[in-house]
């Protein structure tokens, strides 16, 4: 194959092929590659995209056991099989249509073309997204993040839902709703054009999966039984290690959205960070003096919601502000989730309480505390005299709101009509393990 180096002297490529293994190493050095047009590739951009997507992949199968050990006994592989299914459905679906219809040419400010079906004309060529890295690199990182979004629904659906109904339903959903919020805020879409921040996923991932959880619990009913056998978690050791491994990643989903090695990224995972274990702490002291007992699950619960509240803010927000984020969105949460009982709905594993709430929340609080001191590429929010920015944070919550519960419900309403939500009251009481996947998570 010819290329660019088959003219240069051996000792000219040598010299770069050193230079690029001395990037790698060291991280953050700018190396000139063979790349197409006057954009050059960075090793150390690529090295840490990479090594970023890894981590974010790794929070799916993280996912699968903060659900699974939040759940019943019987019904710990059918949740975690949840998680593990996204992983390979969403990363075919992605390769075949998402991406063009998340990144593609824009079509009307609201969804991507089909100009990328299948990954044509995307390649190792540096990306118009992101200058500093290969396009296949920039594909691959978004692609983490629409395989655990819709894994993210199952949370709600958990302990009732019919395992191909749950298949076909994130095929339709991952198309007709995160492909497209996915456009309007990332790809070139009206909401990024109006200016909405959304550093890492607050309405792309969160309030999209949230609500739609929300959605799918008031569709599917309360599981059957509960009061004579209450979902108590079954394995509060897999759910810690559950967290462990949602905290470990979510540097590279916040990190990693910066798209290069830089100060705006290191910004990231310090906001990250500090937001985690300011709600963490806040959600652990609100259950001691209201419940009389500090729990593993309510720590755990609260990491995880200062993770979502503060994703959309990570790269726009300084470490103080994310403090204020992260106890605040454990606040909002906590009492998100205890609603939940008085209301009478059932989001079993709290995917509204937590996700929906939380990334609400993040996104409203980007509109307050962003300012460009952090990342020039920003806006100020309202703390630093731009209040039309929250305007904007609001609209882009609403509209998001809004499109996702229609869409979820639409999609919902029809595949109950043609293959049916819930699995049978017999196999509901056997377990999803047993009626859906013949196999059993223990055998004691």
Known sequence: MHTAA??????????????????????GTVVPCFAQGDSQISAGDTAFVFVCSALVMLMTPGLALFYGGMVRRKNVLGTIMHSFVAVALMSVVWVLWGYSLAFGPDLGKFIGSLSWLGLHSVGAEPSSYAGTIPHYLFMMFQMMFAIITPALISGAMAERVKFSTYLVFMVLWSTLVYSVVCHWVWGGGWLGSLGALDFAGGAVVHITSGVSGLVAALMLGRRRNLENDPPVPHNMTMTSMGTALLWFGWFGFNAGSALAANGVAMTAFVTTNTAAAAAALTWLFVEWKTRRQPTALGFASGAVAGLVGVTPAAGFVTPVGALFIGVTVALFCFWAVSLKEKLGYDDALDAFGIHGVGGTWGAL??????????????RNGAFYGNPAQFGIQLLGVLVTIAYAAL???????VLDRLMGLRVSPDDESVGLDISQHDERGYIL
Do not use: E
Not at 6 to 27: F, W
Not at 372 to 378: I, K, P, S
């Open 6 to 27: 088959s003219n240069m002297p051996r000792k000219a490529v040598l010299r770069r092929a050193a230079a690029l293994a001395a990037g790698l190493v060291l991280g």
């Open 365 to 378: 609080a980007t509109g307050l505390f962003a300012t460009t001191t952090v990342n020039a590429a920003g």
């Open 407 to 413: 869409m979820t419900f639409v999609l919902l309403k």
